[in-house]
């Protein structure tokens, strides 16, 4: 199973982008899905992340403007980005723990390849 981002680009202050992770597999189950975003130079930081029960979490800076979902039937997870900032400019990546395929083989942690964000007028 790989996870795939997209949906990144270049998007004016206060407007919105919507990032969607696609599994290539079917995902029977995991732990947990997340977004993570990094600016150069710094660490990969915690954007938002979502459980089987439907339960999620955000970081307090995204908190009222970002919404994690999940599709189950497509396998895809999704980040809707409102009221966006500059300071939201950074590569996000998808990441998915303790994942069981419909297959029954288990991944540890899951990475996407980043997709790129940028904030600017």
């Known amino acids: 199973v790989q996870l795939q981002a997209s949906g990144g680009g270049l998007v004016q202050p206060g407007g919105s982008l919507r990032l969607s992770c696609a599994a290539s597999?079917?995902?029977?189950?995991?732990?947990?899905m997340g977004w993570y975003r990094q600016v150069a130079g710094k660490q990969r930081e915690l954007v938002a992340t979502?459980?089987?029960?439907?339960?999620?979490n955000y970081a307090d800076s995204v908190k009222g403007r970002f919404t994690i979902s999940r599709d189950n039937a497509k396998n895809t997870m999704y980040l809707q980005m409102n009221s966006l900032k500059p300071e939201d400019t950074a590569v996000y990546y998808c990441?998915?723990?303790?994942?069981?395929?419909?297959?029954?083989?288990?991944?540890?942690?899951?990475w996407g390849q980043g997709t790129l964000v940028t904030v600017s007028s």
């Open positions: 990441n998915a723990n303790g994942v069981y395929t419909s297959t029954a083989y288990y991944y540890d942690t899951l």
């Open positions: 597999g079917s995902i029977a189950s995991f732990n947990t």
């Open positions: 979502i459980r089987t029960s439907s339960w999620t």
